[in-house]
Protein backbone atom coordinates (compact mmCIF):
# COMPACT_ATOMS: atom_id res chain seq x y z
CA UNK A 1 0.00 0.00 0.00
CA UNK A 2 1.60 3.10 -0.82
CA UNK A 3 1.47 6.06 1.55
CA UNK A 4 2.01 9.42 1.17
CA UNK A 5 2.73 12.14 3.40
CA UNK A 6 2.14 16.29 3.58
CA UNK A 7 2.14 18.14 6.12
CA UNK A 8 -1.62 19.41 6.54
CA UNK A 9 -0.87 23.42 7.43
CA UNK A 10 -1.92 25.63 7.09
CA UNK A 11 0.90 27.22 5.66
CA UNK A 12 0.94 31.03 6.07
CA UNK A 13 3.35 33.07 3.86
CA UNK A 14 3.37 37.08 3.18
CA UNK A 15 2.41 37.90 -0.52
CA UNK A 16 5.51 37.87 -2.78
CA UNK A 17 7.28 35.01 -0.71
CA UNK A 18 8.37 31.58 -1.60
CA UNK A 19 5.57 28.47 -0.71
CA UNK A 20 7.13 25.51 -0.24
CA UNK A 21 5.23 22.08 -0.40
CA UNK A 22 6.23 18.75 0.63
CA UNK A 23 5.75 15.42 -0.20
CA UNK A 24 7.05 12.45 1.07
CA UNK A 25 6.18 8.75 -0.38
CA UNK A 26 6.72 5.54 0.71
CA UNK A 27 7.43 3.36 -2.30
CA UNK A 28 10.02 3.29 -4.61
CA UNK A 29 7.94 1.91 -7.70
CA UNK A 30 6.28 5.17 -8.38
CA UNK A 31 8.15 6.72 -11.19
CA UNK A 32 6.47 10.17 -11.93
CA UNK A 33 4.67 12.79 -9.10
CA UNK A 34 1.67 15.03 -10.06
CA UNK A 35 0.71 18.37 -8.15
CA UNK A 36 -2.92 19.58 -7.75
CA UNK A 37 -4.48 22.54 -6.67
CA UNK A 38 -7.79 22.69 -5.06
CA UNK A 39 -9.76 25.67 -4.19
CA UNK A 40 -12.30 25.52 -1.48
CA UNK A 41 -15.38 24.03 -2.70
CA UNK A 42 -13.67 23.13 -5.93
CA UNK A 43 -12.33 20.18 -7.58
CA UNK A 44 -8.89 19.23 -8.02
CA UNK A 45 -6.83 20.64 -11.22
CA UNK A 46 -3.60 19.18 -11.96
CA UNK A 47 -0.89 22.35 -12.43
CA UNK A 48 2.29 20.05 -12.31
CA UNK A 49 3.92 17.15 -13.26
CA UNK A 50 7.38 15.53 -12.51
CA UNK A 51 8.86 12.53 -14.12
CA UNK A 52 12.73 12.74 -13.28
CA UNK A 53 15.13 13.72 -10.59
CA UNK A 54 15.72 17.44 -10.42
CA UNK A 55 13.29 20.72 -11.01
CA UNK A 56 10.35 20.96 -13.22
CA UNK A 57 9.62 24.95 -14.00
CA UNK A 58 6.11 26.23 -14.94
CA UNK A 59 5.82 29.64 -14.35
CA UNK A 60 5.53 30.37 -10.87
CA UNK A 61 5.70 27.46 -10.19
CA UNK A 62 8.98 24.35 -9.50
CA UNK A 63 8.56 21.02 -9.22
CA UNK A 64 11.83 19.40 -7.27
CA UNK A 65 11.96 15.71 -7.40
CA UNK A 66 14.41 12.98 -5.13
CA UNK A 67 13.33 9.44 -5.65
CA UNK A 68 16.23 8.50 -3.43
CA UNK A 69 15.35 9.86 -0.36
CA UNK A 70 11.65 9.61 -1.80
CA UNK A 71 10.58 13.68 -1.47
CA UNK A 72 8.63 15.83 -4.07
CA UNK A 73 8.29 19.17 -3.35
CA UNK A 74 6.58 22.22 -5.24
CA UNK A 75 7.82 25.55 -4.81
CA UNK A 76 5.76 29.21 -5.99
CA UNK A 77 7.45 31.93 -6.27
CA UNK A 78 6.35 35.29 -5.86
CA UNK A 79 3.56 33.86 -3.95
CA UNK A 80 -0.23 35.92 -4.89
CA UNK A 81 -3.34 35.65 -2.42
CA UNK A 82 -4.96 33.34 -5.57
CA UNK A 83 -2.58 31.20 -4.66
CA UNK A 84 -4.44 30.35 -1.36
CA UNK A 85 -5.50 26.62 -1.38
CA UNK A 86 -4.79 23.31 -0.34
CA UNK A 87 -2.29 21.21 -2.48
CA UNK A 88 -2.46 17.80 -2.72
CA UNK A 89 0.43 15.38 -4.25
CA UNK A 90 -0.59 12.39 -6.07
CA UNK A 91 2.60 9.57 -7.28
CA UNK A 92 1.45 8.08 -10.16
CA UNK A 93 0.37 4.54 -9.42
CA UNK A 94 2.62 2.38 -10.86
CA UNK A 95 2.44 -1.75 -10.59
CA UNK A 96 -1.18 -1.61 -11.01
CA UNK A 97 -1.73 -0.08 -7.76
CA UNK A 98 -4.09 2.88 -7.83
CA UNK A 99 -3.19 6.54 -7.68
CA UNK A 100 -3.05 7.24 -3.82
CA UNK A 101 -3.90 11.13 -3.29
CA UNK A 102 -1.87 12.99 -0.31
CA UNK A 103 -4.16 14.90 2.04
CA UNK A 104 -2.87 17.91 1.17
CA UNK A 105 -1.32 21.07 2.29
CA UNK A 106 -3.30 24.35 2.76
CA UNK A 107 -1.66 27.66 1.75
CA UNK A 108 -2.50 30.60 2.86
CA UNK A 109 -1.13 33.59 1.31
CA UNK A 110 -1.45 36.71 3.13
CA UNK A 111 -1.72 40.43 1.60
CA UNK B 1 -13.52 19.96 -25.27
CA UNK B 2 -16.14 19.06 -22.53
CA UNK B 3 -14.67 18.31 -19.07
CA UNK B 4 -16.08 16.04 -16.89
CA UNK B 5 -19.62 16.23 -16.01
CA UNK B 6 -21.08 14.81 -12.97
CA UNK B 7 -24.54 15.06 -11.83
CA UNK B 8 -26.30 15.98 -9.82
CA UNK B 9 -24.42 18.59 -8.35
CA UNK B 10 -25.84 18.47 -4.58
CA UNK B 11 -28.38 15.88 -3.38
CA UNK B 12 -30.18 15.35 0.06
CA UNK B 13 -31.42 11.56 1.13
CA UNK B 14 -32.44 10.15 3.99
CA UNK B 15 -30.57 7.39 6.03
CA UNK B 16 -31.59 3.40 4.62
CA UNK B 17 -31.87 4.93 1.18
CA UNK B 18 -29.71 4.33 -1.99
CA UNK B 19 -28.43 6.84 -4.70
CA UNK B 20 -26.76 7.21 -7.85
CA UNK B 21 -24.61 9.56 -9.13
CA UNK B 22 -23.23 9.60 -12.84
CA UNK B 23 -19.46 11.04 -14.57
CA UNK B 24 -19.17 11.76 -18.07
CA UNK B 25 -15.75 11.29 -18.63
CA UNK B 26 -14.00 13.84 -21.44
CA UNK B 27 -14.21 12.02 -24.69
CA UNK B 28 -11.67 9.46 -26.20
CA UNK B 29 -11.12 9.09 -21.94
CA UNK B 30 -11.27 5.19 -21.14
CA UNK B 31 -10.58 5.29 -17.70
CA UNK B 32 -13.23 6.58 -14.71
CA UNK B 33 -11.66 6.48 -11.14
CA UNK B 34 -14.55 7.84 -8.56
CA UNK B 35 -12.96 9.17 -4.76
CA UNK B 36 -15.10 10.06 -1.84
CA UNK B 37 -14.06 13.55 -0.04
CA UNK B 38 -14.58 14.76 3.22
CA UNK B 39 -12.93 17.11 5.57
CA UNK B 40 -10.86 15.13 7.60
CA UNK B 41 -10.06 12.75 5.33
CA UNK B 42 -9.16 13.84 2.61
CA UNK B 43 -9.64 11.99 -0.93
CA UNK B 44 -10.51 8.67 -0.47
CA UNK B 45 -10.05 6.10 -3.33
CA UNK B 46 -13.39 4.73 -3.99
CA UNK B 47 -12.62 2.59 -7.20
CA UNK B 48 -11.61 2.46 -10.98
CA UNK B 49 -12.84 1.45 -14.15
CA UNK B 50 -11.62 1.29 -17.60
CA UNK B 51 -13.09 -0.62 -20.73
CA UNK B 52 -16.18 -1.41 -18.51
CA UNK B 53 -14.05 -3.31 -16.41
CA UNK B 54 -13.56 -2.14 -12.84
CA UNK B 55 -9.50 -2.33 -12.29
CA UNK B 56 -8.93 -0.92 -8.59
CA UNK B 57 -11.15 -0.65 -5.59
CA UNK B 58 -10.67 1.17 -2.11
CA UNK B 59 -11.29 -0.02 0.89
CA UNK B 60 -15.15 0.84 1.49
CA UNK B 61 -18.02 -1.22 2.28
CA UNK B 62 -19.76 -3.47 -0.88
CA UNK B 63 -22.65 -0.88 -0.47
CA UNK B 64 -20.40 1.05 -2.82
CA UNK B 65 -20.52 -0.09 -5.92
CA UNK B 66 -20.18 0.97 -9.28
CA UNK B 67 -20.31 0.54 -13.26
CA UNK B 68 -18.88 2.03 -16.45
CA UNK B 69 -20.77 1.82 -20.02
CA UNK B 70 -19.35 1.43 -23.28
CA UNK B 71 -19.47 5.01 -24.07
CA UNK B 72 -17.24 5.16 -21.23
CA UNK B 73 -19.54 6.80 -18.43
CA UNK B 74 -19.73 5.88 -15.46
CA UNK B 75 -22.28 5.33 -12.56
CA UNK B 76 -21.61 4.82 -8.61
CA UNK B 77 -24.43 3.61 -6.24
CA UNK B 78 -24.22 3.71 -2.97
CA UNK B 79 -26.91 1.54 -1.11
CA UNK B 80 -28.47 1.64 2.40
CA UNK B 81 -27.75 5.43 2.81
CA UNK B 82 -25.38 6.31 6.37
CA UNK B 83 -25.05 10.04 7.91
CA UNK B 84 -21.16 9.12 7.64
CA UNK B 85 -21.51 9.00 3.87
CA UNK B 86 -22.11 12.82 3.65
CA UNK B 87 -19.39 13.89 1.41
CA UNK B 88 -17.98 15.34 -1.68
CA UNK B 89 -18.05 12.61 -4.33
CA UNK B 90 -15.64 13.25 -7.16
CA UNK B 91 -15.20 11.54 -10.38
CA UNK B 92 -11.59 11.53 -12.19
CA UNK B 93 -10.94 10.93 -15.98
CA UNK B 94 -8.24 9.63 -17.60
CA UNK B 95 -6.74 8.59 -20.57
CA UNK B 96 -5.09 5.30 -19.68
CA UNK B 97 -5.34 3.70 -15.99
CA UNK B 98 -4.77 5.52 -13.20
CA UNK B 99 -1.57 3.11 -12.59
CA UNK B 100 0.20 4.28 -15.81
CA UNK B 101 -0.64 7.74 -14.76
CA UNK B 102 -1.71 10.49 -11.86
CA UNK B 103 -2.88 12.70 -14.69
CA UNK B 104 -6.63 13.06 -14.42
CA UNK B 105 -9.12 15.44 -14.42
CA UNK B 106 -12.01 16.04 -12.17
CA UNK B 107 -15.30 17.09 -12.77
CA UNK B 108 -16.91 19.21 -10.03
CA UNK B 109 -18.44 16.59 -7.68
CA UNK B 110 -21.61 15.69 -6.04
CA UNK B 111 -22.17 17.24 -3.15
CA UNK B 112 -24.31 14.29 -0.70
CA UNK B 113 -26.14 15.15 2.04
CA UNK B 114 -27.23 12.16 3.61
CA UNK B 115 -29.68 13.53 7.00
Partial sequence: QKEVEQNSGPLSVPEGAIASLNCTYSDRVSQSFFWYRQYSGKSPELIMSIYSNGDKEDGRFTAQLNKASQYVSLLIRDSQPSDSATYLCAPEGGGYQKVTFGTGTKLQVIP | ?115
Fill in chain 2, 1 to 115: KAGVTQTPRYLIKTRGQQVTLSCSPISGHRSVSWYQQTPGQGLQFLFEYFSETQRNKGNFPGRFSGRQFSNSRSEMNVSTLELGDSALYLCASSLVPSYSTAEAFFGQGTRLTVV
